[in-house]
């Protein structure tokens, strides 16, 4: 990754967003005025929709923002809600609801990379620019219609892994991994890639299942496989799981967790099995730079009385990087222009992660942390144990 | 008329799902006229699904021409199960079809080369919904073929009692063994269309939740009547759009609460043809005092005993 | 060695969770002809009067449990009234029942999911015995324990109460024939009532317990217990509590071990082979007698 590339990305975003937010209205050419509809695909009920909930919150906060302001002028962001509970056949019916109306000028959806998938024909023959939320496969982003926000996870498991190693030193390394699930199989294995390179021999590694709930048997499993660390590449549900398995049954080395055990519900669940366990994250309510970040922790505790998560941030840059879309056409843009203006978008305006940037409509960031929950249920800064 | 215009494109995916429902519900409805309760629909439907998405993906022809390919599959899985499972009294029958759909869904996620496996399977091409309609159409015309030829009429009394059937010289077995080819073909088919609608294949696609939806679709149309299947597959597609509509926070309760409702008010369904016959006994009583209203009644009275034997 | 005796251990408390859930599902299926699809969520809803007992109420672990196993009978008895009772009077059997079963299964999921914020929570450390005990290197977590000796004592007494007592008696009497039942002097009634309750608070038992061991308490809970405790009651007979005890922990024991030494993909595969042989070569189960029919 050219990280000075980036990083001078970043700083001239960042100063360009300070202009927007602190000069307030800029109307170049004059986007005309009223409400510019964008259809969101939620996902608030089914077996995810404690995510599901973070995103369209988030995305809902943004639209406000957008809308107080005066970001665009005199025209505003109005989301249009339909439901999917994560299923792939209610979202191909609110999509098509969304394109059959004429009225709508985005649509944004998923956390499952084959329910982004499915609408990828629709949207891309109904010329319709398509935001995902929360999918992670690679090479679902496809210009000048779909764009992908979420920043993907692999890379920052490598560094993580990498840091981690430094730090601890360890001989051999146990894997568990949701069998199930193609994404963390390829985030395991470019990790564990890496270790072998540096030398860190594989103990082995042990499958479990997404759905799974006891997970006794596979931190058993792991421990018997007496490998001086063991890293998680698991689903929210299972990487919690398997992590209280392996304290429970008194584990005390390291365990490499992954960006799924960010959000406070996690520690609220958790406790103190997550204490000190490291992760990489792109977002922390508590780690927080850029301005934007900070008064979009602020303005997310007041409406929502809770803390926002890396879901939370993901659904609110849907919306703002929507509107930066936007806030480059002039009269009354069609779907079509939007998504050329999408197109064009290559460093984001509004910093929440710090350093973003589009790249063929997939938002990275520069730099990654590793961090940990603390006792008291902070985020803080991984420290390596003495 | 434009209103009109954007109401179709609006629903038509909507009405796109209900015609592969409405195929799921006749698979169902096939085995279920010859008075057994099997799930195996969903079984039918991966494979039909699966084989024709690797077909339309290998060879590239247009997917109309590999539709009996997919249903042929189906047809053949159906016939396989009915030598196994048909040999199990009724209820074994359909837990049996329950286990069945869990083990397909284990398979088809450890066969990447087939299924996608766990990635799932990316179908690039589609129907018009036009299609699907002339599809559903001709299969409404072979319903009501089967309905009123021998084979209908033999697998109704199969139903009603088959000890009865087989002293009339009707083999059981045998009719429901046909009974299973016809919901193999029917679910393939339904099948194949699903991947052409979704486009896209996981091996969740084809899962415990279809058997549950097109059970209850059936029984919710009617189970007396092949049409209360194709009703029953449109109200309960389109109950989650109208929900969304009217109780947004709660619309799965919403659509349980519907079920349930009329399961208990109206438990034959909504296409009841003992009700239909009653009400035309009644009329003709009313308007011919004199005539012998007992032939249309002894009917009613079989219908209602194999209701009470499901 | 010693890796295999402690999943020999693991093995044997997961299993004993399907046996409990399966024996009130067997149970209902056996007298009342009723393959109840929302048997799961009684097991979800129990977890989460448990769990609400002891961050609300701030109760100890045992009237936790209580309250939890009483909130998850009542649950059965409310849906057994509302869903089966209507049905029952018409006399339209088993398919009837299923579906309002699964309507009941959709209603109450979704509650549920409401109820806990679409989470997963779990019960606080310390809420529940979190000992660990040690016989030589092999540790063994108080709870698991518990659950394979609550398993055992429920099976003893649901045996005892069907085969030795009166009423029990009575619920076969129900389930052979409910007119010949009543004539017989025993008021059907009373007695579908008790077995759904019954039903309902062995789920409960096995949500709550589930739900600290797994710390999982949410509604996905019951959904994993169904399909295993389902194929529980199917290996090990219907008509006999002591084979769906058997049949679950085997299949515990059975999932551990496949996963350990064989591979977790096909983990699951194993156990519904197992349980569709069941169903095609002994269909009465392991322990189950050759007389059973519902007509």
């Known amino acids: 990754m050219k990280s000075w590339n980036l990083k001078n990305v970043s700083l001239a975003g960042a100063a360009l967003a300070a202009l927007f937010v602190h000069v307030g209205p800029v109307s170049a050419q004059g986007l005309a005025p009223g409400d510019y509809k964008v259809g969101f695909v939620t996902e608030n009920t089914g077996a995810i929709a404690s995510a599901g909930q973070s995103y369209w919150n988030g995305a809902q906060l943004a639209a406000e923002e957008v809308k107080t302001q005066k970001y665009l002028g005199g025209a505003s962001i109005v989301l249009d809600p339909k439901e999917s509970g994560s299923d792939a056949a209610r979202a191909i019916q609110a999509t098509n609801q969304f394109v059959a109306d004429p009225s709508l000028l985005a649509i944004s959806c998923c956390i499952l990379s084959p329910v982004a998938g499915s609408l990828k024909p629709i949207v891309t023959e109904a010329k319709t620019p398509l935001v995902i939320f929360g999918a992670t496969a690679a090479g679902l982003p496809q210009l000048p219609y779909v764009y992908s926000m979420t ?132 977002f922390s309510d508590s780690i927080v730079e850029t301005p934007e970040a900070k008064a979009f922790v602020a303005a997310y505790q007041k409406k929502f009385n809770a803390a926002p998560d890396i879901y939370s941030a993901q659904g609110y840059q849907v919306v703002w990087f929507i509107a930066q879309g936007l806030k480059s056409l002039s009269g009354k843009p069609t779907r079509e222009a939007l998504g050329q203006a999408l197109s064009k978008v290559t460093k984001i305006d509004h910093q929440v992660y710090g350093g973003e940037a589009m790249n063929n409509g997939q938002a990275e960031t520069a730099g990654t942390l590793v961090v940990a929950w603390s006792a008291e249920g902070k985020i803080v800064p991984w420290v390596a144990p003495k | 008329m434009q209103a009109l215009a954007d109401f179709w494109r609006t629903y038509q995916s909507t009405v796109a799902f209900a015609i592969v429902n409405a195929f799921f519900a006749l698979s169902t409805y096939s085995v279920l006229s010859a008075g057994i309760l099997s799930f195996a629909t969903v079984t039918y439907a991966a494979i039909g699904g699966f084989v024709g998405a690797r077909l339309i993906l290998q060879t590239g022809l247009d997917p109309l021409i590999l539709l009996p390919a997919a249903m042929a599959a189906g047809a053949l899985m159906a016939y396989v199960v009915a030598l196994i499972f048909l040999r199990l009294e009724s209820h ?36 018009p919904i036009g299609v699907l309609g002339i599809l559903l159409a001709l299969a409404m015309i072979v319903f009501y073929r089967l309905s009123v030829s021998w084979y209908g009429i033999a697998a109704q009394a199969v139903r009603e009692d088959p000890a009865v059937a087989s002293s009339l010289g009707i083999a059981p077995r045998r009719i429901q063994t046909i009974a ?50 194709i009703i029953g597959a449109a109200v309960f597609t389109a109950l989650p759009v109208i929900a969304q509509a009217f109780v947004p926070h709660f619309q799965e309760v919403a659509n349980g609460v519907v079920l349930l409702l009329i399961m208990i008010f109206l438990p034959r369904g909504l296409v009841d043809p003992r009700a239909i016959r009653l009400r035309r006994a009644a009329r003709n009583a009313n308007a011919n005092a004199n005539a012998n209203a007992d032939a249309d009644g002894a009917p009613a009275k079989v219908a209602s005993a194999a209701g009470a034997a499901l | 060695m010693q890796l295999f005796i402690e999943q020999l251990i693991n ?5 004993a969770l399907y046996a409990l859930f399966g024996l009130g599902f067997g149970i209902v299926f056996s007298t009342l002809g009723i393959l109840n699809a929302a048997h799961g969520s009684y097991a979800s809803w129990a977890a989460i009067a448990a769990l609400a007992a002891v961050e609300q109420l701030k ?34 059997g088993m398919l009837g029942a299923l579906i309002t079963s699964i309507a009941f299964w959709i209603i109450l999921d979704n509650l549920a999911g409401t109820a806990t914020g679409q989470q997963s929570l779990s019960f606080p450390r310390g809420s529940y015995p979190g000992t660990m005990f040690r016989i030589g290197d092999i540790p063994i977590p108080a709870m698991q324990l518990i659950t394979v000796a609550v398993m055992l004592v429920v099976t003893f007494g649901l045996h005892m109460l069907i085969r030795r007592s009166r009423f029990g008696a009575a619920m076969r009497a129900v389930g052979w024939n409910q007119t ?84 977790s993909g096909l983990r699951d595969g194993i156990t519904y082979a197992l349980l569709l042989t069941f169903l095609l070569v002994r269909p009465r189960g392991l322990f189950g007698s050759l007389g059973f029919s519902r007509p």
Not at chain 1, 179 to 199: C, I, P, S, V, Y
Not at chain 3, 71 to 87: E, K, M, S, T
Not at chain 3, 200 to 228: C, D, R, Y
Request: proline share 4%; charged share 10%.
């Open chain 1, 151 to 282: 920043i993907l996870p692999g890379p920052k498991d490598k560094a993580t892994a990498l840091t981690i190693v430094d730090a601890v030193k360890p001989k051999t390394a146990a894997y568990i991994l949701a069998a199930d699930n193609d994404a963390f199989k390829g985030r395991m294995n470019a990790t564990r890639e890496a270790l072998e390179a540096k030398g860190v021999t594989t103990a082995g590694v042990v499958s479990v299942l997404t759905k799974d709930t006891d997970f006794t048997a596979a931190a058993t499993q792991a421990m018997g496989l007496k490998a001086d660390i063991i890293l998680v590449y698991a689903t929210q549900g299972a990487a919690a799981g398997a992590i209280t398995a392996l304290k429970d049954r008194g584990y005390a080395k390291t365990i490499v967790g992954n960006d799924v055990l960010s959000p406070a519900s996690i520690f609220k669940k958790m406790g103190d099995s997550v204490v000190g366990v490291p992760f990489p994250v792109s």
């Open chain 3, 59 to 92: 109760l100890p672990f045992l009237p936790a449990l209580v309250v939890g196993v009483v909130g998850g009978g009542l649950l059965a008895v409310v849906v057994d009234q509302i869903a089966f009772q209507p049905l029952r009077k018409r006399g339209s």
């Open chain 2, 180 to 229: 299973f080819v016809i919901s193999g073909a029917v679910g393939g088919l339904g099948g194949m269309l699903l991947a052409l609608v979704l486009q896209f294949l996981s091996p969740d696609t084809y899962f415990v939740n279809i058997a549950f939806t097109m059970i209850a679709a059936v029984v919710l149309g009617g189970s007396y009547h092949w049409i209360g299947s």
């Open chain 2, 92 to 127: 074994w029958m359909a837990l049996a079809s329950l286990a069945l759909i869990l083990i397909v869904r284990v398979a088809v996620i450890n066969v990447p080369s087939l299924t996608g496996g766990v990635n799932g399977l990316s179908v690039p091409v589609t129907l």
């Open chain 3, 180 to 263: 010949a039942a009543s004539l017989g002097g025993v008021n059907p009634r009373y007695v579908v009532i008790v077995t759904a309750f019954i039903a309902g608070a062995t789920s409960g038992l096995a949500g709550v317990l589930g739900g600290i061991t797994t710390h999982n308490v949410s509604f996905l809970l019951g959904e994993g217990l169904l399909l295993k405790g389902f194929a529980a009651v199917v290996v090990g007979g219907y008509d006999d509590v002591r084979g769906t005890a058997v049949a679950g922990v085997g299949l515990g024991v059975l999932e551990v071990m496949s996963a350990q030494y064989l591979s």
């Open chain 3, 11 to 15: 093995g044997c408390a997961l299993g």
